[in-house]
């Protein structure tokens, strides 16, 4: 695979540290500071109102899963169609179970002015005998139930769909469907309605769009390739009044077929000329009556005119006082010019973060209405910098605190830097994978760091600790004095040290994890934390039988080493790999660690790497019953998973390295200012709400890991009694058997041994990408035996320094 190398910073960034004393509008310390805007009269602001409508199925009744998705909207109703199955308790006969009766299909027909439910059609008795409805969608203000049904003596299958009056819940008409197609979306272009159907053969899969012009008659036009599969359809634009852009995902990126509604024509626009589109970002549509398309983000809703070539944001979620964590993944059912409609579902952890709603999934839907004012006019723009835009349900609620209490200023989410070009589609192994990060670090450090020295950077950022490039008081502000001194007795002042670079706080945990290698205590090094690399070396050959927990090539896993113990490695500022613990890792991994990881491909091959699942952003495997692994512990929940996963191992431990240090803490929200903020003690304010003891323990009752020792222990012993009292697995149990008993009993001793983890912890998990992609370059000469590492170290140690003062 060849590698599409980032540059780093080049001698323009220097030049820009200099030229930014220029740029002032008003300074502290020396320091620019860049011009916040101000709220306009004529900036809009949204009132809301949001409601989980009733969606006709048996609540009090425990459920197996429960799905909700809206199909569908016209000018009366919205339509949700909600499937599942209720708990089956000790089932022994089933040879003459009745699956129906424990079975949820349902499709609710909402008033879309009062968002009350008027009807809710039960799709399970519908049909008779071996026949079922397995799901529903919308066309031509008809509901469409997609059913399958087989022959007692024969077994044959056959699919067919069945047409229902919503007004009166009733059957209308029948008809057969191919047995290897499957409903896409559905779009209303003009006066044209264009249907996807998708195709998956075992040759290849494509997509059948199903044109339906007004006066009734169907044209199908297929959209296939023979070099590559066309996996299916999210938008359909208007050019003009007879042709569409209906932009295709495939294999091999995406194709932008135009068509001519009127004959039929299939044509193929070239990339460059939609090059302005960012269709990766465009997962739910929505085609307007007034022939635009509109979407929604993580930010807010935006609107996509072809034939300008123009995307232009028409709503952020800042103007109204949604909760944003709720919208952030609804889809749109109607856009007027004083307001929208949202529908979908949102994602609930259950009880300490646990995952037990997991398979529990209603509909929420949300109004938002024009106001006739702004009720935050005049006041300062504060732009916080969110990955992509998305926040969490407690920093959405505390930004909504801080701009309803401020009478200053207004916080406003932003993703500028978010980047959707880098796509993982063609990611075929963890080494692809960590590149691919690398390359997105890379640039987007990169592009903050430019844009805070030259005063054009948000105010605040959320969750950029993993940049290390950007751990200067040229770009960020020291927070220790929004944080105060905090007392090691009620505060993990350990792991908020590991944040400070050279003394500064330039990012505050609100919470964090811990990311090591999750094991019993037996099998730790003589530091009782970690391992040295001789240490293990043991580990992997006597107890893994050879099968490292750590799963990348040489390059990466020692690029991955080198992070971990770089502070013995760059010291304020300076390069030194002439440090014997720089030989001791090269050595280790030369000697014990395979060239390439394996393939994704490959690794799908083995029974365990089906079960692979992610439980609080920690890769567990549910069937794997080794000694160890490899633990991203972002909570209570993740971690006791583990525990009872590895028959009660508490201990997490450091990787290999050349002292034997802990395991690394891993950020988890968190939380800085730039050091050309418009006002940095506004920012500090916001600083010091999270950090107060209602947040931390909000985040703890989520069952996120929190600098507060007193609260993690108080809200720790909730959570272990709660643990008890399910089955830590349930939620991972798909086959229909009953949830496994708990092997494991949660207490004071579990928690005691996850904070002996945080307290062990030596290091923070973080990154520069740009040193690491030299020394994924550089390296590979020493491991192959083309260079000696003095050679290697000389060269690569030249270069990261040339990184280093470049950034000044």
């Given at each position: 695979m060849k590698r599409q190398l980032v540059k780093p910073v080049t001698a323009?960034?220097?030049?820009?540290?200099?030229?930014?004393?220029?740029?002032?509008?008003?300074?502290?310390?020396?320091?620019?500071?860049?011009?916040?805007?101000?709220?306009?009269?004529?900036?809009?602001?949204?009132?809301?109102?949001?409601?989980?409508?009733?969606?006709?199925?048996?609540?009090?009744?425990?459920?197996?899963?429960?799905?909700?998705?809206?199909?569908?909207?016209?000018?009366?109703?919205?339509?949700?169609?909600?499937?599942?199955?209720?708990?089956?308790?000790?089932?022994?006969?089933?040879?003459?179970?009745?699956?129906?009766?424990?079975?949820?299909?349902?499709v609710s027909v909402i008033d879309r002015d009062t968002f009350e439910t008027v009807r809710s059609i039960n799709l399970t008795n519908m049909l008779t005998g071996n026949e079922s409805i397995y799901?529903?969608?919308?066309?031509?203000?008809?509901?469409?139930?997609?059913?399958?049904?087989?022959?007692?003596?024969?077994?044959?299958?056959?699919?067919?769909?069945?047409v229902i009056d919503p007004e009166t819940g009733k059957i209308?008409?029948?008809?057969?469907?191919?047995?290897?197609?499957?409903?896409?979306?559905?779009?209303?272009?003009?006066?044209?309605k264009i249907k996807v159907m998708n195709t998956w053969t075992e040759e290849s899969s494509y997509c059948t769009l199903v044109v339906t012009s007004p006066d009734g008659n169907e044209k199908k036009i297929e959209l296939k390739e023979h070099d590559k599969d066309v996996y299916g359809v999210t938008a359909a634009f208007s050019i003009d009044k007879d042709n569409v852009l209906v932009p295709a995902s495939s294999n091999d990126g995406t194709i932008y077929y135009e068509v001519n509604l009127v004959t039929g024509e299939l044509s193929k626009g070239k990339e460059e000329d939609y090059s302005w589109m960012d269709i990766s970002s465009i997962y739910y549509a929505f085609n307007a009556s007034d022939g635009n398309v509109y979407y929604t983000s993580p930010i807010g809703i935006s609107k996509i005119d072809v034939s300008k070539k123009t995307t232009e944001?028409?709503?952020?979620?800042?103007?109204?006082?949604?909760?944003?964590?709720?919208?952030?993944?609804?889809?749109?059912?109607?856009?007027?010019?004083?307001?929208?409609?949202?529908?979908?579902?949102?994602?609930?952890?259950?009880?300490?973060?646990?995952?037990?709603?997991?398979?529990?999934?209603?509909?929420?839907?949300?109004?938002?209405?024009?106001?006739?004012?702004?009720?935050?006019?005049?006041?300062?723009?504060?732009?916080?910098?969110?990955?992509?835009?998305?926040?969490?349900?407690?920093?959405?609620?505390?930004?909504?605190?801080?701009?309803?209490?401020?009478?200053?200023?207004?916080i406003e989410v932003t993703d500028r830097y978010s980047d959707n070009s880098y796509s993982y589609s063609d990611v075929n192994s963890d080494d692809e994978a960590a590149e691919r990060e690398m390359d997105y670090f890379s640039t987007v450090g990169n592009k903050l760091s430019m844009d805070i020295i030259n005063g054009e950077g948000p105010d605040m950022f959320l969750n950029i600790s993993f940049y290390d490039s950007l751990k200067k008081e040229e770009y960020l502000e020291d927070l220790t004095p929004y944080v105060g001194?905090?007392?090691?007795?009620?505060?993990?002042?350990?792991?908020?040290?590991?944040?400070?670079?050279?003394?500064?706080?330039?990012?505050?945990?609100?919470?964090?994890?811990?990311?090591?290698?999750?094991?019993?205590?037996?099998?730790?090094?003589?530091?009782?934390?970690?391992?040295?690399?001789?240490?293990?070396?043991?580990?992997?050959?006597?107890?893994?039988n050879g099968t490292d927990v750590l799963t990348s090539g040489q390059a990466y896993y020692f690029a991955q080493l080198f992070d971990y113990m770089k502070d013995k490695f760059i010291v304020k500022g300076k390069a030194d790999f002439s440090a014997p613990e720089f030989k001791v890792l090269a050595e280790y991994v030369k000697n014990n660690v395979p060239e390439s990881s394996r393939s994704w491909?490959?690794?799908?091959?083995?029974?365990?790497?089906?079960?692979?699942?992610?439980?609080?952003?920690?890769?567990?495997?549910?069937?794997?019953?080794?000694?160890?692994?490899?633990?991203?512990?972002?909570?209570?929940?993740?971690?006791?998973?583990?525990?009872?996963?590895?028959?009660?191992?508490?201990?997490?431990?450091?990787?290999?390295?050349?002292?034997?240090?802990?395991?690394?803490?891993?950020?988890?929200?968190?939380?800085?200012?730039?050091a050309h903020a418009c006002d940095v003690d506004a920012?500090?304010?916001?600083?010091?709400?999270?950090?107060?003891?209602?947040?931390?323990?909000?985040?703890?009752?989520?069952?996120?890991?929190?600098?507060?020792?007193?609260?993690?222990?108080?809200?720790?012993?909730?959570?272990?009694?709660?643990?008890?009292?399910?089955?830590?697995?349930?939620?991972?149990?798909?086959?229909?058997?009953?949830?496994?008993?708990?092997?494991?009993?949660?207490?004071?001793?579990t928690l005691d041994a996850l904070e002996n983890c945080i307290l062990s912890c030596a290091s923070l998990s973080s990154q520069d990408a740009d040193i690491e992609k030299i020394l994924i370059e550089e390296m590979p000469a020493y491991f192959s035996g083309q260079k000696d590492i003095n050679e290697v170290i000389k060269v690569a140690e030249n270069r990261v320094q040339k990184v280093l003062a470049e950034r000044g």
């Amino acid at each position: 695979m060849k590698r599409q190398l980032v540059k780093p910073v080049t001698a323009v960034l220097a030049a820009s540290l200099m030229m930014s004393v220029f740029t002032a509008c008003n300074s502290k310390g020396g320091k620019s500071k860049r011009e916040g805007r101000k709220i306009s009269e004529d900036t809009p602001w949204y009132n809301s109102t949001v409601v989980d409508p009733e969606l006709g199925y048996d609540k009090d009744r425990d459920a197996d899963y429960v799905y909700s998705d809206m199909i569908g909207s016209d000018d009366k109703y919205i339509y949700v169609y909600t499937n599942g199955s209720y708990e089956v308790f000790n089932e022994d006969d089933w040879e003459n179970y009745d699956w129906k009766a424990n079975e949820i299909s349902v499709v609710s027909v909402i008033d879309r002015d009062t968002f009350e439910t008027v009807r809710s059609i039960n799709l399970t008795n519908m049909l008779t005998g071996n026949e079922s409805i397995y799901s529903a969608y919308c066309s031509d203000g008809k509901i469409i139930g997609v059913a399958s049904g087989w022959d007692d003596e024969t077994y044959v299958v056959n699919n067919f769909e069945v047409v229902i009056d919503p007004e009166t819940g009733k059957i209308v008409d029948r008809y057969e469907t191919a047995d290897d197609s499957q409903n896409g979306e559905e779009f209303t272009v003009g006066d044209y309605k264009i249907k996807v159907m998708n195709t998956w053969t075992e040759e290849s899969s494509y997509c059948t769009l199903v044109v339906t012009s007004p006066d009734g008659n169907e044209k199908k036009i297929e959209l296939k390739e023979h070099d590559k599969d066309v996996y299916g359809v999210t938008a359909a634009f208007s050019i003009d009044k007879d042709n569409v852009l209906v932009p295709a995902s495939s294999n091999d990126g995406t194709i932008y077929y135009e068509v001519n509604l009127v004959t039929g024509e299939l044509s193929k626009g070239k990339e460059e000329d939609y090059s302005w589109m960012d269709i990766s970002s465009i997962y739910y549509a929505f085609n307007a009556s007034d022939g635009n398309v509109y979407y929604t983000s993580p930010i807010g809703i935006s609107k996509i005119d072809v034939s300008k070539k123009t995307t232009e944001e028409i709503f952020n979620y800042s103007w109204s006082d949604v909760d944003r964590n709720i919208v952030t993944n609804l889809e749109l059912a109607d856009v007027t010019d004083d307001s929208f409609i949202l529908c979908g579902s949102v994602y609930k952890d259950g009880p300490y973060g646990s995952d037990t709603d997991f398979m529990n999934l209603d509909i929420t839907l949300v109004r938002l209405q024009k106001a006739d004012k702004n009720p935050h006019v005049g006041k300062t723009i504060l732009e916080l910098y969110s990955s992509y835009g998305y926040v969490d349900e407690e920093i959405s609620k505390q930004i909504r605190e801080y701009n309803n209490t401020n009478g200053n200023y207004f916080i406003e989410v932003t993703d500028r830097y978010s980047d959707n070009s880098y796509s993982y589609s063609d990611v075929n192994s963890d080494d692809e994978a960590a590149e691919r990060e690398m390359d997105y670090f890379s640039t987007v450090g990169n592009k903050l760091s430019m844009d805070i020295i030259n005063g054009e950077g948000p105010d605040m950022f959320l969750n950029i600790s993993f940049y290390d490039s950007l751990k200067k008081e040229e770009y960020l502000e020291d927070l220790t004095p929004y944080v105060g001194k905090l007392k090691s007795d009620k505060y993990f002042t350990n792991v908020l040290d590991l944040f400070k670079n050279d003394g500064k706080l330039y990012n505050v945990p609100i919470c964090f994890g811990v990311t090591g290698i999750q094991t019993d205590a037996q099998y730790a090094g003589k530091s009782g934390v970690g391992f040295t690399t001789e240490e293990y070396e043991k580990f992997l050959k006597d107890t893994l039988n050879g099968t490292d927990v750590l799963t990348s090539g040489q390059a990466y896993y020692f690029a991955q080493l080198f992070d971990y113990m770089k502070d013995k490695f760059i010291v304020k500022g300076k390069a030194d790999f002439s440090a014997p613990e720089f030989k001791v890792l090269a050595e280790y991994v030369k000697n014990n660690v395979p060239e390439s990881s394996r393939s994704w491909d490959e690794m799908t091959d083995d029974d365990s790497e089906n079960s692979q699942i992610i439980v609080n952003g920690a890769i567990v495997d549910t069937e794997y019953t080794g000694p160890a692994t490899y633990s991203l512990c972002y909570g209570y929940y993740s971690y006791v998973f583990m525990v009872e996963q590895l028959n009660g191992a508490t201990s997490i431990l450091g990787l290999p390295s050349a002292d034997g240090r802990g395991p690394l803490a891993s950020p988890g929200t968190t939380i800085a200012i730039s050091a050309h903020a418009c006002d940095v003690d506004a920012c500090g304010e916001f600083v010091k709400m999270l950090m107060s003891d209602d947040v931390q323990k909000e985040y703890a009752t989520n069952g996120s890991l929190v600098l507060n020792r007193e609260i993690f222990r108080e809200i720790g012993m909730e959570a272990m009694d709660y643990y008890n009292t399910i089955s830590i697995q349930e939620s991972y149990i798909y086959d229909g058997s009953p949830a496994p008993k708990n092997k494991i009993t949660f207490s004071s001793d579990t928690l005691d041994a996850l904070e002996n983890c945080i307290l062990s912890c030596a290091s923070l998990s973080s990154q520069d990408a740009d040193i690491e992609k030299i020394l994924i370059e550089e390296m590979p000469a020493y491991f192959s035996g083309q260079k000696d590492i003095n050679e290697v170290i000389k060269v690569a140690e030249n270069r990261v320094q040339k990184v280093l003062a470049e950034r000044g």
